[in-house]
DNA sequence: ACGATTGCGTCAGTCGATGACACCTGTCAA
DNA sequence: TTGACAGGTGTCATCGACTGACGCAATCGT
């Protein structure tokens, strides 16, 4: 029955209709709908399922879990985010090239509507704040790597995870204060603000100066 | 249930007989053995209540959730940490008497049996870590209070979020590394270097000095 | 002694998530 | 054309965390 959506439109050769959700498209869009309107917690996966046209168990395999749904459509931002990141500069101090990443990034990636109907989503469910740290919690891995490359240290060096954490924590409340604006205020400001609080401004350059990493 | 522990002397006045756990007490040390021999999430709720000679349904009565029972019993130590936060001279600066009260800390409850426990439950388990990370970032919302009252600033003020944020990223890491040792490296060296790191010293202090804050 | 509280058992049910099996459709090679 | 194969789906059954409702029994306060 699911054909009758998705496979009758393919043999159509004609002119490409950019109306041709996926599966894994539709139950996004639906979800984050029903979610908007009822609250994360109020809306089940079999329910979404069921709007989108398809049963519980296709959801399934479309998405790991209930919490991917929401953030389906976020990695690629992600992803261009981290090329960016490696695209700044390697002279540039860790703190002002992690800045000048976000307002780039910002840039590529103004906020969509979908994005504000997620933060909305997150900021209006408690157990969704808890999510999204595991969530951020990830990014520090990425992060990481990307310091260790700037300083030459290996990965797992001590001085760069308390770093990249750090920053991670710091870039978490900058999205957090941006979005909760719905996106009007300067998030370059914001980012800037941040990691001058957390790292020393021209402490740590491409080599490491090691001025206050005793 | 906590009669048995705390208010339970009173009434009792005959000797008072240390092996009588509460039913709470026995699931959790239940729970631990069962974590650590098996792994976390090999390990059914089912399985623990019946290990500790109770129905399902009291075992949720006693925690609200699967990752509570493994935290049983690191409630004291967390509110004894604040507490010692709180306690520190008012006059030092933010990352200074972080630090201190960190090592303070370590001294007025060093690692027991169970916390090694944990922690090696917690490490072996993949889907753990984050909620780890969810579990920290409560603990954001109590350092923040901390710094707003130092700061003499609101408690959702910007920079207070973001200092509280990466701090307790850093702290996160310092124990991560720690516990990771067992408790063998010196955590006062750790924390030291994690938050010279990431807070400028001298820089902020009771009054906030605003020097590199700007 | 009696009503209230507390702790627990039982049963049934919800919801997220997974495994197993079968179906249908399009593709590609023989 | 035929047949093997893969991808996307439906159905059914089940697991595991978690909750609500009801009832029983020991304990506690007055």
């Given at each position: 029955m699911a054909a009758d959506t998705a496979a009758g439109i393919a043999p159509d050769t004609s002119d490409f209709v950019p109306s041709a959700p996926s599966t894994a498209e539709r139950l996004a869009s639906v979800a984050l709908d029903l979610f908007v309107r009822r609250g994360y917690d109020e809306v089940t996966t079999a329910e979404i399922a069921e709007a989108a046209g398809v049963s519980q168990r296709t959801f399934f395999r479309h998405f790991p879990t209930k919490l991917d749904v929401l953030f389906h459509g976020t990695e690629e931002a992600s992803a261009a985010f981290v090329e960016v990141l490696y695209g700044r500069?390697?002279?540039?101090?860790v703190g002002r090239a992690l800045v000048d990443a976000i307002i780039e990034h910002d840039r590529a990636f103004p906020l969509r509507p979908d994005d504000v109907s997620r933060v909305l989503v997150v900021r209006t469910t408690p157990s969704l704040s808890d999510a999204i740290a595991a969530y951020e919690v990830r990014f520090e891995g990425e992060l990481s790597r990307w310091i260790a490359q700037r300083w030459r240290r290996p990965e797992d060096d001590f001085d760069v995870r308390v770093l990249a954490a750090a920053l991670v924590a710091a870039r978490r409340v900058v999205v957090e204060e941006w979005s909760s604006s719905g996106g009007a205020v300067d998030i370059g400001e914001l980012a800037r603000r941040a990691i001058e609080l957390v790292s020393v401004p021209g402490a740590e350059t491409s080599g490491r100066g090691g001025a206050s990493v005793g």
């Open positions: 500069d390697p002279e540039l101090p």
